[in-house]
Nanobody, 117 residues
Framework: QVQLVESGGGLVQAGTSLRLSCVATGRTFSSYVMGWFRQAPGKEREFVASISRSGDSTSYANSVKGRFTISRDNAKNTVYLQMNSLKPEDTAVYRC??????????WGQGTQVTVSS
């Protein structure tokens, strides 16, 4: 089993930054692709970013490209999401997920990010 715990969310003003962290336990962290997703009230869950096992390849949603950066530290079993130039439309619950066998089948509980205008 993989357990994922997010932290770092909060209430911030537009234009500022936050860094989310997701710590994984239970299996070899470096063996799975990691992703960040978010869900705003009344909206579908959407992909934010993903990172390869080694960290040398990343992917982003168009809505966050150039503002968010995903990274990982396999020695610390942690994936990060650095969020800069935050906008009110970034307000959502952010969840990290582990992709072990081609699908994201392990999820954290989520951390709330609220951006005020």
């Amino acid at each position: 089993q993989v357990q994922l715990v997010e932290s770092g969310g909060g209430l911030v003003q537009a234009g500022t930054s936050l860094r989310l962290s997701c710590v994984a336990t239970g299996r070899t962290f470096s063996s799975y692709v990691m992703g960040w997703f978010r869900q705003a009230p009344g909206k579908e869950r959407e992909f934010v970013a993903s990172i390869s096992r080694s960290g040398d390849s990343t992917s982003y949603a168009n809505s966050v490209k150039g503002r968010f950066t995903i990274s990982r530290d396999n020695a610390k079993n942690t994936v990060y999401l650095q969020m800069n130039s935050l906008k009110p439309e970034d307000t959502a619950v952010y969840r990290c997920a582990a992709n072990i066998r081609g699908v994201y089948d392990y999820w954290g509980q989520g951390t709330q990010v609220t951006v005020s205008s």
